[in-house]
């Protein structure tokens, strides 16, 4: 019961009211020890094929917005028509498998300190985060 109270205070500090639908949500986000990356549409699949519920698109859209916009949730644009999202929010790098469409963490250590060069007038870098889309080397193949 605690930890429905902790997503409702979750859920309210972020301005959407606390519904049954939206604690699931939080459960299936925020109850795992690893990093969680997914689509919309893969976190309403696994809501359906997990948890047996029914929670409408827009719920689920409705309630990642909101917490990517407050911070809890880290988007990630793959494409134009690709979206993840994250649950560490923490600066860091990512490998994208074209084959698989998986988003895997990449470790700071993995890569050397990006230096950048030019920056826009009169704003400042807040992070730079590396996105590495990888495929299948078909030629390295027996």
């Known amino acids: 019961m605690k930890k429905d109270c902790n997503f409702i205070n979750k859920l ?3 301005g959407l009211r606390p519904t049954k639908q939206r604690v ?5 986000l925020f109850l795992r020890e690893k990093t969680f990356h997914f689509t919309i549409n893969d976190l309403a699949k696994k809501i359906s ?7 409408s698109l827009a719920t689920v859209y409705n ?7 407050k911070g809890h949730l880290k988007e990630i644009a793959i494409n134009s028509d690709k979206t993840y999202y994250d649950t560490n929010t ?3 790098h990512h490998f994208y498998d ?3 469409h998986e988003l895997i963490d990449c470790s700071q250590n993995d890569i050397d300190t990006v230096n950048v060069k030019n ?3 009169g704003k400042k870098i807040n992070s730079v985060e590396i996105l590495i889309k990888v495929a299948s080397d078909n030629q390295n193949q027996n």
């Not at 309630?63 to 916009?69: E, G, L, N, S, Y």
């Open 119 to 121: 920056n826009i007038t």
């Open 49 to 55: 094929d997990e948890m047996n519920e029914k929670i």
């Open 24 to 28: 699931k949500i939080c459960e299936l």
């Open 98 to 100: 074209e084959d698989t």
């Open 63 to 69: 309630t990642v917005h909101a917490f990517q916009k």
């Open 90 to 92: 923490s600066v860091h």
């Open 12 to 14: 309210r500090e972020i």
